[in-house]
């Protein structure tokens, strides 16, 4: 799991020119949403694709709001490893936020980290 203090977040605010900025720049392929530091959303490269057609607006006229994800799949500090993974293959997703149970971002499981646990076990 990645911890809370390493995960780029964006605010619902954010200008999507910046998200999109952002997340090439650190190679991510997609970050949560985080409002008063509650997970609100989750933005991702499928997010991203054709939104100009999708919204009939210009990507500089949009905020991540506009674009995320508001149904984020999450699970607590003290989920299994194999529970997240069938999460992440059954609903077709690429990471999983980890969330306290007040809603707060605590952390984040994509698939990298998985594959990471799966050769340490070996």
Not at 19 to 31: D, K, P
Request: no cysteine; proline share 2%; glycine share 8%.
């Amino acid at each position: 799991m990645t911890k809370r203090d390493k995960i780029l977040a964006f605010s619902p605010n954010d200008s999507l020119v910046s998200v999109i900025e952002q997340l090439a720049q650190g190679r991510f392929s997609g970050a949560p949403v985080i409002q008063e530091g509650r997970v609100v959303g989750v933005i991702s490269e499928s997010d991203l694709i054709g939104l100009e057609e999708k919204t009939g607006k210009e990507i500089g006229d949009l905020k991540a709001r506009d674009v995320m994800t508001k149904n984020v799949v999450t699970v607590r500090p003290s989920a299994d490893l194999a529970d997240i993974a069938g999460t992440m293959s059954s609903k077709k997703i690429n990471r999983v936020i980890v969330v306290d149970q007040q809603g707060q971002l605590a952390g984040l499981v994509a698939r990298d980290d998985l594959m990471r646990a799966s050769i340490s076990e070996l």
